[in-house]
């Protein structure tokens, strides 16, 4: 039986891990679970002193600052979660040999109209990064202190999270819809939803194997915050006018990249990967909302 410990057990990934395990893999998996509340992963000793008492064999981290605008505000908060916590809980993987399993994202990269043109496909794992905001700066600092650090490391970068728990871009727009009759959705930023159940799938199959290093998930296709909203709104047959509109009708403290697709070749090639077309993982999603 392999012991996990999953830390931001509360998030939207975190409770789609839960649930994944409890129901299908609770024969395999002793699954520990912590909230922000049960173990704040920047309090080290409290780390150092459940983990040296648990002895996992793998640490699955959905901990982490995600408020993209609010990092601005918080840098040091920021930092702190996303850079220096899993730098303190990559040399304890080193110490008491578990395998940490760290997500980072789609915002490490710059995003730029080049690369659009140049990788149709979305960003190999090796692009360099050039984060255009500061959480993507602090998860790509996150990213780089686990791999110099923790020999037994899997990071997976995930791009627009959507699943069934927590807030998010499908959920919201549902929402919206049931409050409005228009909406006005940004059509300039290109990219694909990764669906949390997909994402944890198949980190299960990486995990199963062995793997180790970095690894993008999300689904196939290359589409912008309208077409998903369109075709939400298709799908799930709601009656509401949409307007296509650029990014500056909404200002953000954080400035979001213009591209910010992951390409999966790197892990579709692995057996038992399944990477699933953004529409297809949207029906799924919707049935289960
Ligand atoms: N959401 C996206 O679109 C997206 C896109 C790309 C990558 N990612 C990455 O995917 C991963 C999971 O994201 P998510 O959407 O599941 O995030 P989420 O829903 O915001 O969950 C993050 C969790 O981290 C917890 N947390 C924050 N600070 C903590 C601390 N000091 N100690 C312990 N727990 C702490 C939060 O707890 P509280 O709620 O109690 O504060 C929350 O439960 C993150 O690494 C994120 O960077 C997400």
Known sequence: MMKAILLG??????????????????DEIALLSYTSSDL???HYQEVSDEFRDQKPDVVINCAAFT???????HKKLARKVNMEAPLYLAELSQQLEFKLVHYSTDYVFPGTKLNKREFPEGYPEDH??????????????????????AENHLIIRV????????SNFVKTMIRLAQERDELQVVNDQWGSPAFAENV????????ENGHRGTYHITSDGLITWYDLAREIFDQASMDVEIEPVDSDAFPTKAERPYFSKLCTHKIDEISGIE?????EGLRKLLNRL
């Open 128 to 149: 360099p990064a050039d984060p255009v905001n500061w959480y993507g700066k602090t998860k790509w600092e996150g990213e780089q202190a686990i791999r110099q650090t």
């Open 275 to 279: 990477i699933i077309d953004w529409k």
């Open 159 to 166: 791009s627009w999270l959507c699943g069934q728990f927590g």
């Open 200 to 207: 944890v799938r198949n980190c299960l199959t990486l995990l």
């Open 67 to 73: 408020d993209v605008d609010g990092a601005e505000d």
């Open 40 to 42: 704040d992963i920047t």
């Open 9 to 26: 057990a509360s998030g939207q990934l975190g409770r789609e891990w839960q649930r994944i395990i409890n129901r299908d893999y609770s």
